[in-house]
């Protein structure tokens, strides 16, 4: 069922420890169950499992369980040992394991939604469980009674929630590209505020309630760090990745985001530097470098008698210009274009080779990642792919 892996030596590399394989279908979730050497994982072919490390090396599972319907989704809080599923019909499940992870006993069920739960989160602090569904409902829920406290409509279904226990803000991410601010009280709600900075849908959401910084990833490939508790309204873009986003997770202790991609990608980026924001791109009618007109400009084509061209944008500066005078290419890391863009040919010879120096490094994981998860005690990250395979690997290297 799962095969212990031997890690070869070698420097600043993500070493695969653990491959758990035997799942039917693609695993939704899974999360590493902190000092127990164990994971927890819920399927789309409807178990929930704990795998536990035996002697051998290999994970076993100590809990195989079937529910009605395909698992979601789930979240697990380790000092409770409380499981809570999200389920394909709507509702969550609720489990409490047992201290030696060999038993499961069913708690409660909510019967939350209308449609299959996206996102479960449940916030020991608060004795709350919040959820998002495909039915584009957030609700949150009184873990103690059961009781519905309050619920929230959204304009799209949503795929990445986060909650800063502090301020108790919600950070909801959904299919429109947006992301939501909701200040939670006991039974209600207000809208705080809305942003959208992504051309596609939000897939993966990550809060550092130290810095106050929200972390957004997309369809579109980019992320984008929000400085919410700098009061400056500074967005940060970083570009590493080919496919959608998949999954974010920060190590606040060496201050890296760590994040994946549904091509298998894994980048960890240094986020201990100074960042600088992408300009706004300029509007012009003509060429900003040697004002040759663009080809809608009719009548300064007409005037000039010179053919219309077609705009682009230097990525530095955010001028409008030609292609003749951005023909040059350059990374610029510290914008988070940690891939080649277009510059003008001025900015291409004011950056430096030190300017080029990159700030993430990139892995293969050599599966298609559809969930991620961090745990920080151990250095370890779990990877789930759409080959049914989770993966386990040691992080120390690069996460250092």
């Avoid at 409807?46 to 369980?65: A, E, F, N």
């Avoid at 992870?101 to 608060?126: C, D, I, S, W």
């Avoid at 009280?185 to 990550?206: M, P, R, Y």
Wanted: hydrophobic share 30%; glycine share 6%.
């Amino acid at each position: 069922m799962a095969a212990e892996i031997q890690p070869q030596p070698q420097a600043r590399k993500p070493c695969l420890l653990s491959k758990i394989e035997a799942f039917q279908e693609v695993v939704s979730t899974a999360v590493i169950i902190p000092k127990e050497d164990g994971v927890i994982s819920v399927s789309e072919d409807r178990t929930i499992r704990v795998w536990l490390k035996r002697d051998s090396g290999q994970y076993w599972p100590s809990v195989y369980h079937t529910m009605p319907s395909s698992c979601s989704c789930m979240s697990f809080n380790p000092e409770t040992r409380r499981l809570s599923v999200g389920m394909d019909t709507g509702s969550i499940c609720e489990f409490v394991l047992s201290e030696d992870y060999n038993k499961m006993t069913p708690a409660r069920t909510y019967q939350a939604h209308q449609g299959r739960v996206t996102v479960v989160l449940f916030v020991l602090e608060m004795e709350w469980l919040l959820s998002t569904s495909q039915d584009k409902n957030f609700t949150w829920h009184c873990s103690e009674s059961g009781q519905q406290l309050g619920t929230y409509r959204t304009s799209a279904w949503v795929s990445g929630l986060q909650f800063d226990v502090e301020t108790r803000h919600a950070f909801v991410g959904d299919q429109s590209g947006q992301v939501t601010i909701l200040k939670l009280e006991q039974d209600s709600c207000s809208l705080v505020t809305t942003f959208k900075g992504h051309t596609g849908n939000v897939t993966a959401l990550c809060w550092d309630p130290g810095q106050r910084v929200l972390f957004s990833g997309s369809s579109d490939h980019s992320i984008i760090m929000w400085d919410i508790g700098g009061r400056k309204g500074t967005a940060i873009e970083l570009q590493g990745h080919n496919d959608k986003v998949q999954g974010l997770c920060y190590a606040s202790h060496t201050r890296q985001l760590i994040s994946c991609s549904a091509d298998g990608g894994i980048v960890i980026w240094n986020m201990d530097v100074t960042r600088q924001e992408t300009p706004e791109w300029l509007d012009s009618d003509s060429c900003q470098k040697c004002e040759q007109p663009f080809f809608w400009n009719f009548k300064q084509m007409w005037d000039s008698k010179k053919i219309g061209l077609r705009q682009h944008h230097c990525r530095k500066c955010g001028q409008a210009v030609c292609g003749k005078c951005s023909s040059k290419r350059s990374t610029i890391p510290l914008m988070g274009f940690e891939f080649e863009v277009r510059v003008c040919d001025s900015c291409h010879e004011s950056i430096t080779d030190e300017d080029r120096a990159p700030t993430a490094t990139f892995h293969d994981s050599k599966h298609s990642i559809v969930y991620m998860q961090y745990e920080p005690t151990t250095g370890n990250l779990l990877t789930s792919g759409t080959d049914k395979v989770i993966k386990l690997w040691d992080m120390t290297p690069v996460v250092s």
